[in-house]
T-cell receptor, first 112, second 114 residues
């Protein structure tokens, strides 16, 4: 399809394990965003990639969180040594510059 | 710094009634403004946007919003709500230059009674 694709759609893991979440943005979109949405909460900004510029990591909550974007396309969000408070829905969005964002359906992460 | 306030956490309306969801923003220049809708288990879908020009903007699914600079508001309206409109609604403010990271409000949950 032509939309933003995220995988897996659901992930259950044990506390202390590492997880990787994947995002395939819309082809040609230069900007890519990761957000975290906890139950009943709004969107918490995590990280932003724009073209070849250095990413804006100002929203990452701790050094256990990292993300990369390879070839200006696919992005992976990695959470190391997961904690129960990391349980949330992780949303990815892409856009063309300042144009409206297109969101994926998210990855629901559950930490046991 | 830009910010968005959605004062209503929950709104309950009857099917067929009119709807207005409030959004107030803080931004130093002319903002880019957006409304998104999120159905359970899904990502956010753009309803409408304001960049410039006519302050009354039309969106999908029969929604409209009006930009009022003097009130720093961008309220979302619909004249007649359908049961399928029950969802979470997010207002967002963005920048026209530099960093394009939009700021989202905390969302308003719309409940529709039959």
């Amino acid at each position: 399809g032509a939309g933003v694709s995220q995988s897996p759609s659901n992930k259950v893991t044990e506390k202390g394990k590492d997880v990787e979440l994947r995002c395939d943005p819309i082809s040609g979109h230069t900007a890519l965003y990761w957000y975290r949405q906890s139950l009943g909460q709004g969107l918490e900004f995590l990280i932003y990639f724009q073209g070849n510029s250095a990413p804006d990591k100002s929203g990452l909550p701790s050094d256990r969180f990292s993300a990369e974007r390879t070839g200006g396309s696919v992005s992976t969000l990695t959470i190391q040594r997961t904690q129960q408070e990391d349980s949330a829905v992780y949303l990815c969005a892409s856009s063309l510059g300042a144009q409206p964002q297109h969101f994926g359906d998210g990855t629901r992460l559950s930490i046991l | 710094a830009q910010s968005v306030t959605q004062p209503d956490i929950h709104i309950t309306v009857s099917e067929g009634a009119s709807l207005e969801l409030r959004c107030n923003y803080s931004y130093g220049a002319t903002p880019y403004l957006f409304w998104y809708v999120q159905s359970p288990g899904q990502g956010l879908q753009l309803l409408l946007k304001y960049f410039s020009g006519d302050t009354l903007v039309q969106g999908i699914k029969g929604f409209e919003a009006e930009f009022k600079r003097s009130q720093s508001s961008f309220n979302l309206r619909k004249p007649s709500v359908h049961w399928s409109d029950a969802a979470e609604y997010f207002c967002a403010v963005g920048s026209s230059g530099g960093s394009y990271i939009p700021t989202f409000g905390r969302g308003t949950s719309l409940i529709v009674h039959p």
